[in-house]
């Protein structure tokens, strides 16, 4: 099993940026598929993007494309979502979450780091 515990949220203007972290106890990081999600207020999770075991290959969701990119420090064992160019829609609960499989759900998820983006 993993552990995934998020940090780095808070409050940040519109235009500006944020780094996200999610260090793993337990397996190695190259053991799962990973991804960051997030939950505003009164709306469903979404997927915002995902990363391959050997962290060379990444998805993003078309809403933050361009400006959020994902990334993996393997010696750390953590991985890190830099947001940059926030928007007031960015504001959410950010989390973190591991995967075996392509075919399974995620299976294992952090707590979550509060992002908001004021205008």
């Known amino acids: 099993q993993v552990q995934l515990v998020e940090s780095g949220g808070g409050l940040v203007q519109v235009g500006g940026s944020l780094r996200l972290s999610c260090a793993a106890s337990g397996r190695t990081f190259s053991s799962y598929l990973l991804g960051w999600f997030r939950q505003a207020p009164g709306k469903e999770r979404e997927f915002v993007a995902g990363?391959?075991?050997?962290?060379?290959?990444?998805v993003y969701a078309d809403s933050v494309k361009g400006r959020f990119t994902f990334s993996r420090d393997g010696a750390k064992n953590t991985v890190y979502l830099q947001m940059n160019r926030l928007k007031p829609e960015d504001t959410a609960v950010y989390y973190c979450a591991a995967r075996t499989s392509s075919l399974s759900e995620y299976d294992y998820w952090g707590q979550g780091t509060q992002v908001t983006v004021s205008s």
């Open positions: 990363l391959s075991r050997s962290g060379s290959s990444t």
